[in-house]
């Protein structure tokens, strides 16, 4: 392929178009009774909820003399940071040049193909850190091969966290209180972003992360994930872990499920991230009663289509609705058990910087 790709001219006022994204009431059985819970629709911003984070980390680069006007940008993506970043890089005059996986949904390539960005994919997994791994290898092969390109590392890039401080204020802005807030955790960087604000204006604001099943960050060992953007095979050091006080392990069934109950039962759906998050949200509304609870939906459905709104693509991959999981499971640590399905622990750590708990005892 070619490795360069087009410098678009910049177009600043794109810019205005960041964030501002509507708050949505959601009452929708998921899958079964709850009070409610509030959901920012980040779906509805151009260039989705990574927008924010892309644009600052650029930002952020530029003012460090890191990243020279119109050099390349190039970082590995599983779709919705990709999609950021093809806004930024017209928004801020930058080539983006990504890396994917064979994967990765035909509708993303299509649209990063759209946006001028130049994607290449890798065909196999790394032995150790999967497709994650394997992308990041060739992102350090592509930025030494460009002269002048900037690897923005979005899973240890501080400016990912600082690009969300507009988040916190936007949901500050329209509600006189919250009590849970839940948050899908993929590079860590929104909920990182968000808390820290969120506390200093509510202090005894209760953070639920929501993992992926065969995810890594919080401490399970890495297992292949149909679900794309949301878990890690590696540990992101924008992780917050003291921040949580739960997490909870989310299967592509029970995501599935609640996508579709969104778009029948609320208009407003999204992809793996939005129907994990929305269950768990569901739940700690059902479970506090009288607690204001409210979440993010990172991104809406259409590039999902063939995915979770698929039918032949949810009966090829065993995720039938009928059987997802109504309620999680509660585990003392998360070395406990394997999480095959919707689980949840209330003991959070850095998997790094403490040892697993021998195995039963929390």
């Known amino acids: 392929m070619t490795l360069t790709a087009v410098r678009p001219t910049a177009r600043p006022e794109l810019l205005t178009l960041l964030g501002g994204t509507p708050l949505a009431r959601v009452t929708t059985d998921l899958p079964g009774p709850h009070p409610g819970f509030w959901a920012k629709l980040e779906g509805l911003a151009a260039g989705g909820m990574k927008a924010r984070a892309a644009v600052s980390m650029l930002l952020g680069a530029r003012a460090r003399g890191e990243l020279p006007p119109g050099a390349t940008v190039v970082e590995s993506t599983s779709g919705t940071l990709g999609i950021g970043l093809a806004f930024a890089g017209q928004a801020l005059g930058h080539p983006v040049v990504l890396v994917g996986d064979s994967e990765l949904e035909p509708s993303t390539r299509q649209l990063l193909h759209a946006h001028g960005v130049r994607l290449e994919l890798v065909d196999r997994p790394a ?110 050091r924008n992780v917050a872990y003291d921040a949580f006080d739960e997490v909870h392990w989310v ?55 063939g995915t979770v709104y698929d039918d032949d693509f949810t009966e090829a991959h065993g995720l039938d609705p009928a059987t997802a999981a ?26 790094l910087k403490a040892p697993p708990h021998p195995e039963g005892n929390p």
Do not use: K
Request: glycine share 12%; aromatic share 6%; hydrophobic share 40%.
């Open 127 to 236: 032995p150790l850190g999967g497709w994650q791994a394997a992308r990041l290898d060739r992102v350090r092969e592509l930025t030494a091969l460009l002269p002048g390109a900037y690897w923005p590392d979005q899973y240890n890039n501080p400016d990912n966290t600082a690009g969300y401080a507009s988040l916190a204020a936007e949901l500050i802005a329209r509600l006189d209180h919250l009590d849970v807030l839940v948050c899908s955790v993929g590079t860590g960087g929104h909920s990182a972003g968000i808390i820290g604000p969120l506390r200093r204006h509510w202090p005894a604001l209760r953070l639920i992360g929501v993992d992926a099943t065969g995810s890594a960050i919080f401490g399970r060992p890495a297992r292949p994930r149909v679900m794309r953007g949301l878990g890690s095979s590696i540990h992101p």
């Open 326 to 351: 109504t309620h999680p499971v509660r585990i003392p640590h998360p070395h406990a058990a394997e999480t095959t399905g919707w689980m949840r622990c209330d003991h959070v750590r850095d998997p």
């Open 251 to 305: 299967g592509p069934a029970e995501a599935v499920d609640s996508c579709r109950r969104l778009a029948l039962g609320s208009f407003v759906s999204g992809g793996w991230s939005t129907g994990a998050a929305a269950r768990v949200a569901a739940w700690a509304a059902r479970v506090s009663p009288g607690a204001v609870v409210a979440t993010v939906f990172p991104d809406g459905p259409h590039r999902y289509l």
